[in-house]
């Protein structure tokens, strides 16, 4: 495939095709290390993508090489081709521009982001699946425009250098540096996320280019029909599945602190409480009965709404699907995940001045969107590690938010079945449970 890009390369600059010194750039690879063969997502289509393991995928980043990178198909449901930003050669940003026609971004880990001081391009991210944009720049040296692919290349380069500080571009330019989440794949199952986890399994620096593919008409090409554009130009492909799959075999970002016994009004729990190694908070699963983990585990996944949970705020339904799903595991047996995740990842100062917006006319989502947050920030990474260190694969999920059965799918769960939560609307939160059913899409 370098060989062709090479050639639509010197097609296009009239100049003589360059020499790849892909052995002396690569990358030592680390220590293998034996995991299970990872599921990957169904691409449904008459064409679909072929997956390939992992270490294949990671040895074609190694020698400088485009990979497809895909998302699951009830996300973005779309690929990406990605290199490492040390290998952003204008053949192959030429080639990202020729073939895939998407946006061509720089996904950077986070402390690569900080080192160099690009502040961000929205102080309140509302884009909705919170991708991460930085200011643009371009190279100081070495650049004219900075539009061309060989001097997007220089600034790529120049972003993967170790070396770089902020004085060496300049604002804004034309190259989009996209800021990962902490916690890589495990908090945020998106490209960005992917391309940079994906180059510190490599062994590379950690800052990388992806670009989603369009198809002729404009319309974004899907996972079941790529097939043909990754024979014709010999691409391996994996999913972020295999790369989440891959991160939770080898490393653990929860730590189980303690086990206790919790009786309830409603029964009694074994309480596990773990510390995130992520967002540094402590979550709990309250453990009801014996798991199976060949079976499927009834689960509530209950993200924390101190008004509702605690003060039995009639605002919103919370606390009543709380305690219906802590009833119904201690009659059957199951798990419920309680997550530090007040007022749908906004924090409950936020939250309140969402309430203060609400009483003046506005919905739950517009009152997000007015403070600058999106609809809902929650993210399922951590949750789904705790839930697997319990030996659960499979739920029987009790929610009324579809949504959240993608979150954690998305991180190598399986829910069998969605299970709503019918609480009996009442004039104080009806107009909040409407909204939900309407515009959040919820089970009501």
Known sequence: MNSFICECDAAVSGEPMPEFAEEEQQAPAPAPVEIPAPAVPVADGTDPIIYHPLDEVLCDLRMGKLILMTDDPHRENEADLVCAGQFATPQNINFMATHARGLICVPMAPEKVDSLGLP???????????????????????????????????????????????????????????????????????????????????????????????????????????????????????????????????????????????????????????????????????????????????????????TGDVFGSRRCDCGSQLHTAMRRIAQEGGVLLYLRQEGRGIGLSAKLHAYKLQEQGLDTVDANIELGFAPDLRDYGVGAQILRDLGITKLRLLTNNPKKIVGLAGHGLEVVEQMPINIPAHKDNKAYLDTKRDRMGHLI
């Open 120 to 306: 961000m391009q929205a102080q309140h991210n509302t884009e909705k699946l919170h991708t991460a944009f930085t200011v643009s720049v371009d190279a100081k040296e070495g650049t004219t425009t900075g539009i061309s692919a060989f001097e997007r290349s220089v600034t790529t380069m120049k972003l993967a250098d170790p070396k770089a500080t902020l004085d060496d571009f300049v604002q804004p330019g034309h190259c989009f540096p996209l800021r990962a989440v902490e916690g890589g794949v495990i908090r945020r199952a998106g490209h960005t996320e992917g391309t940079v986890d994906m180059l510190r399994i490599a062994g590379l620096e950690p800052v990388g280019v992806c670009c989603e593919i369009m198809k002729e008409d404009g319309t974004m090409a899907r996972l079941g029909e790529l097939g043909e554009f990754q024979r014709k130009f010999g691409l391996k492909a994996c999913s972020l599945a295999q790369i989440i799959e891959h991160r939770q075999h080898t490393e653990k970002l929860i730590i189980k602190e303690e086990v206790v016994k919790l009786p309830t009004d409603f029964g009694e729990f074994t309480c596990h409480s773990y510390h995130s190694k992520v967002d540094g908070q402590t979550h709990l699963a309250l453990v009801h009965g014996e798991i199976n983990p060949a079976e499927p585990v009834l689960c509530r996944v209950h993200s924390e709404c101190l």
